[in-house]
């Protein structure tokens, strides 16, 4: 099992519609989470991080279940420029230094 | 702008040749990493720093790769010998150690292409 799993999508959905995608952690251990968003041809930039049960930044809300060991992406009231690749990401168990990335989640909103 | 900077954004090269990328964290950061990323998928994990130390090299790393933080400011890695497989973004994060884990930001990569 990787250590961190992503759906590749892509998921499309119209403007205006409710989208959320999952990811799973095979660390129980992990305290902190992380979504980046990634553009094309460009680098992951930070959306949210996530701490303890959640957390929710205008339009997106990251959700953690710890028992089922997976976090959560819920983006409302998607706008087109929502369109882009959603990279979760979460500590080594061994390691605070390092960071393990899935392999990103593709969302593409149309009009 | 005072975000992570990479050093070139391109590079192009021919098989069998060295070459070295450059990145300057955040100023205030003392953790700096490496990454590489390939079409399709998430950064890859390459090694890391804190000040002037290495904290972590990845078991993938080959022995052609080597990173250096001399003064625990700006990094170099360094790629000797390139091979075609080794095109891909290297992208660079910086991020202020504190806790367990801390918030990393990356700079806009360098995107190697091997011919």
């Known amino acids: 099992r990787k250590e961190v799993e992503q759906d590749p999508g892509p998921f499309n959905v119209p403007e205006g519609a409710t989208v959320a995608f999952n990811c799973t952690y095979s660390?129980?251990?992990?305290?902190?989470f992380f979504w980046y968003r990634q553009d094309c041809r460009k680098e992951p930039k930070l959306l949210m991080s996530?701490?303890?049960s959640g957390n929710e930044d205008g339009r997106f809300t990251a959700q953690l279940n710890r028992a089922s060991q997976y976090i959560s992406l819920l983006i409302r009231d998607s706008k087109l420029s929502d369109s882009a690749t959603y990279l979760c990401?979460?500590?080594?168990?061994?390691?605070?230094?390092?960071?393990?990335f899935g392999s990103g989640t593709r969302l593409s909103i149309r009009p | 702008d005072t975000g992570v900077s990479q050093d070139p954004r391109h590079k192009i090269t021919k098989r069998g040749q060295n070459v070295t990328f450059r990145c300057d964290p955040i100023?205030?950061?003392?953790?700096l990493y490496w990454y590489r990323q390939t079409l399709g998928q998430g950064p890859e994990f390459l090694t890391s720093?804190?000040?002037?130390?290495?904290?972590?090299k990845s078991r993938l790393l080959s022995d052609r790769f080597s990173a250096e933080r001399p003064k625990g400011s700006f990094s170099t890695l360094e790629i000797q010998r390139t091979e075609q497989g080794d095109s891909a973004m290297y992208l660079c994060?910086?991020?202020?150690?504190?806790?367990?884990?801390?918030?990393?930001?990356f700079g806009p990569g360098t995107r190697l292409t091997v011919l």
């Open positions: 994060a910086s991020s202020s150690a504190g806790g367990d884990t801390d918030t990393q930001y």
């Open positions: 660390n129980s251990a992990s305290q902190s």
């Open positions: 996530v701490y303890s």
């Open positions: 990401a979460v500590p080594r168990y061994s390691s605070a230094s390092k960071i393990i």
């Open positions: 100023s205030e950061h003392n953790r």
């Open positions: 720093f804190q000040n002037e130390a290495q904290l972590e």
